[in-house]
């Protein structure tokens, strides 16, 4: 007998959808918040620590701009390094991590200051002793440090961190500096790290091509 044109059309169809959607399913990764923290609450905020190398000022928190570290106190500047270490991540199992978050500078009249110099830098580490001056960094690079006006919040960029820091124990930290003669105040708020969980299924992501001659799908002269 021969196939119904309309059927065969509607089956070719049904197979075309089943076969797209598989191909779909198996490209697209999820992405897994590892690390997700405002930091504009005193919860979120104390689930980073606070480490003073230098100087009395440390970070501290506030409701309205997240975590900040300033200098200057008083009418004075101070010389500091202060360090902000994010609770432990597992990175073990995850691929392309990224860190993210939003932050500014001021006042007015010096939010540039140290830019140059280096003063505000992001870190990564695999193994954290709890003292940053023992501690192996890794820098993340591509930091977005453009500020344009004081006291405006802009976006990090995506801050690839690399692969030779991701361990079981790893963590990201943004350090803090100021000198005797000058100081800013550095605000950063909701941090987040994103990746995507690895494979456990080793044919996961591969797309397989079967062929099928649908057109004579259904006869039995011709078949199957």
Known sequence: SIPNPFLMQKLTRLL??????????NLVTAQTNILDQSLLTQQSFDTFT???????????????????CSGYVGGQNYENEDWLVSPIMNLTQ?????????????????????????WYKVYATADYTGD?????????????????????????GELIIPDEVKSENSRIAFRYNSIAGQSATWEIKNVKV???????????????????NTEWLGCGQFGP
């Open 194 to 212: 994103t990746g995507e969980p690895q494979a456990t299924n080793p044919n996961a992501g591969i797309f397989k091509i079967t062929n099928w």
């Open 132 to 156: 940053p001056s023992s501690t192996q960094w890794v820098e993340l690079t591509g930091f977005n440090q453009n500020v344009p006006v004081a006291w405006q919040y802009i976006a990090s």
């Open 16 to 25: 075309l959808l089943v076969i797209l959607s598989g191909f779909s399913v």
């Open 50 to 68: 606070t480490f003073s190398v230098t100087g009395a000022q440390t970070w501290n928190h506030s409701f309205t701009y997240g975590a900040v």
């Open 94 to 118: 995850t691929d392309n991590v990224k860190l993210t978050f939003n932050h500014t500078r001021g006042s007015a009249a010096v939010f540039n200051v140290g830019v140059a110099e280096g």
